[in-house]
DNA sequence: TCGCTCCAGATTGGATACAATCCGTCCATG
DNA sequence: CATGGACGGATTGTATCCAATCTGGAGCGA
């Protein structure tokens, strides 16, 4: 019975928190020797968790240089939630026909959660919660192969997600946006639905942008050069 | 300067040709000492090269058992093809308007070269041409993630591709469907050229999917059971 | 025959040791 | 002062070794 995690994956999911919070930062490189250390592991499980948050695209790789968490541009940025606009809008609409008002209550109870979280401020609980909340909705398209790819895009901007929750102001919005969306779920309002949550995501995409700009972040150690 | 790859993109490229060529068939397991021993390298290399095919959707990975070629079902099939008409649909109107005459000629070029392949029964530098015509005009769309999203519903069914150009017929429909794609884009004729794209994808679909039924494939060890 | 337990071999997971490469610095040279 | 080249520490890349886990079959009993 393997309830025993490998080392590799207790890795991989606390570089994921730790991008997550700003622990490690965007444009930080990774020192493999002092991550291997900090987590208690040796170097060999944590380089395969590096490899999958690379080709996740969450870090990039310079052989014999080493791992960097990306660092996204404006552009990077627009083009993300552009193709989630796209993905995002299909998944839902193939979705909604498919749930019973069983899925609809479950989905109803995540959104609770997250409202539970956001009072106790817990940060990682809540964009945990929330990105439950959202792949409810995407994963019951019955399309695996779509929410992977939603989940890697989401992933993709995690590194400045961080921030977003901090603002009380923001807090207050998903929330409201949210019931908006369940309303919507329960009526089965397939195209209100999609142009609540496309609105929901403009929101947020347009405060990642504004965070994105005046960072005059300090590497951990050195930028990486364009490809050599 | 790093003309010397590493090791563990050398066997990377190894594996996609194998894949692709059908040495490790869907459902063969991946035994790593064997490989190790086959490709001249350590386990260590090799196991970061399996980690990147398995976050690509390639290969699946059970812990303490090992890595699996995936084997698709129609389903998964299917929805490979969809997601990708949905993305490269929208990748190829975002691409023609920025193409220039000198673009068009270039990839008017590839074209020939996958005739050229074709010609010399070169079924991997067939398939390696095809694709570089294709993503000279995915990547046109100045959507580097988009690109990368495309490039892993490629190679997801990389598997069960092998076969496809093994027919004299479909060689020769493949040229005819890229000549008129050529027409088109030099007439900037966007819906024309996205229509023929559709189609063209759907040609190639119904060939793969007739590969995937009757198969009575002997895998190299045990076939991997659900998630315990 | 069927189902169960236990053991041995096979295979994967991880730690350590060493080799290869990179990068910043110092110094010589023009 | 600028430039280039060589040295050394830091970091990454890979091989080897051992531990942990799984698989399949032998043996046994119902």
Redesign the pocket.
């Known amino acids: ?2 309830v ?8 991989l999911a606390r570089l994921r928190d730790d991008i997550l919070t700003g622990v490690l930062g965007p444009g930080d ?8 250390e900090r987590y ?9 968790a ?1 490899k999958t948050l690379e080709s996740e695209g969450q870090l990039v ?7 960097f968490v990306v660092e996204l541009s404006v552009d990077d940025l627009r083009e993300v939630y552009q193709l989630r606009a796209l993905l995002e809008d299909a998944a839902l609409r193939a979705a909604v026909p498919a749930l019973d008002d069983q899925d609809v209550q479950h989905i109803s109870t995540l959104s609770e959660e997250i409202d539970q979280a956001a009072a106790d401020g817990d940060v990682i609980a809540m964009t945990d919660a929330n990105r439950r909340f959202h792949f409810a909705m995407y994963d019951a398209a019955g399309m695996p192969r779509l929410s992977r790819l939603l989940r890697q895009l989401w992933e993709a901007t995690d590194a400045y997600r961080a921030i977003y929750y901090q603002g009380e102001a923001n807090r207050h919005r998903v929330t409201d946006e949210h019931s908006a969306m369940v309303l919507a779920l329960r009526a089965r309002d397939i195209d209100r639905l999609v142009a609540l949550h496309d609105e929901h995501r403009t929101h947020s995409v347009a405060v990642v942008e504004a965070q994105l700009n005046p960072r005059d972040h300090i590497p951990h ?2 930028y ?2 364009e490809n ?1």
């Open positions: 019975m393997s025993r995690l490998t080392a590799q994956d207790a890795v490189q990774l020192v493999q020797e002092a991550l291997a208690g592991v040796s170097r060999v499980p944590l380089r395969e590096l790789y310079y052989p014999h240089r080493g791992y150690r050195t990486p050069r050599p």
